[in-house]
């Protein structure tokens, strides 16, 4: 079921018939906040009323024009304004092909450094998204140059990748700030974990890396097996509840996000909005199997 979701993700027809589907939008809509700025930070000023922190994301991947991704990077740069302005706890993730890196490395990376630059002028931060591993090597290079630069970058490693101990430990080294996931793309096994045992086995592994030796680590999972560990390493080490944070999906254990910010845990919510929101609705089915449940029940009541 996984691999047939991550499959059709790609599927850019199928994609077109159900981006234009009333139906399909109202199922996504649990997971995406709206389609423009507005509609998410109403959302990211909910989630902050509730105790938590908020990072924006504008939907939109693999871009072919350089319009397009001029285009995104405004987007986020009003982002970044208005939650200045309005003094949200919230900072924004971005993914480099909405930027421009298929079309032109050159442009991706002129518009990437001015969104940094802006986040720096404003005491803001950016989180580069990891992507498929094709991208892996090029994501890191540049999140190492900007940070130099500039500082208000951190980047996202993949636990079920086979590099992805010595590209923590690289980024541990250069004080470069992380979110550790799974994964939710479709490898090949020459690069990754296939089975979810061994994936799960490394993350607690790169977890305890990064509480021991990274820069204000952001834990990303919704496995409560995962959780505890994290919960149980800190502990363990005296590691203080407001040196880390735990990073979840809008829409995705809601009730875990409340309990753990009700603990004193530093939460904080990925808000995706914008009209480009198929791909990332077919990733979030294939990572649990109560999300195409979700979908199933909604469907037949209709």
């Known amino acids: 079921m996984r691999s047939l979701l991550l499959l059709l993700s790609r599927s850019g027809r199928l994609r077109r018939w159900i981006e234009a589907s009333r139906l399909a939008r109202r199922m996504a809509s649990r997971f995406v906040a709206g389609d423009l700025l507005p509609d998410a930070l109403a959302v990211g000023r909910r989630i902050n009323g509730q105790g938590m922190f908020v990072t924006f994301d504008h939907l939109g991947e693999n871009v072919t024009l350089v319009e397009e991704a001029a ?161 149980e390493f800190a502990r363990r080490h005296d590691i203080p509840r407001n040196g880390f944070e735990f990073q979840m999906l809008y829409g995705i254990r809601r009730d875990l996000q409340r309990q753990l910010a009700a603990e004193d845990y530093r939460v904080r919510v990925y808000v995706p909005f914008g009209r480009a929101w198929y791909p990332y609705f077919m990733r979030r089915l294939a990572e649990r199997p109560a999300n195409v449940l979700f979908l199933a029940k909604n469907l037949l009541r209709n």
């Open 71 to 231: 285009a995104s990077r405004e987007v986020y740069l009003r982002t970044l304004d208005e939650i200045a302005v309005s003094r949200m706890r919230a900072n924004v993730s971005i993914k480099l092909t909405q930027f421009g890196m298929d079309v032109s490395e050159q442009a991706c990376r002129a518009n990437v450094e001015q969104l940094v630059c802006r986040a720096a002028d404003l005491g803001s931060f950016v989180r580069v998204d990891m992507e498929s591993s094709v991208y892996t090597t090029r994501t890191l290079a540049l999140v190492t140059q900007l940070h130099e630069r500039y500082g208000s970058v951190g980047t996202v490693i993949q636990a079920y990748l086979y590099r992805s101990r010595a590209d923590i430990e690289a980024l541990c080294e250069r004080g470069i700030r992380v979110r550790l996931c799974k994964g939710a793309y479709l490898e090949p096994e020459e690069v990754a974990f296939r089975r979810k045992s061994e994936v799960d086995r490394n993350y607690i592994e790169l977890m305890e890396i990064l509480l021991t030796r990274g820069v204000y680590p952001a834990i990303a999972t919704h496995d409560p097996r995962m959780i505890d560990a994290t919960r």
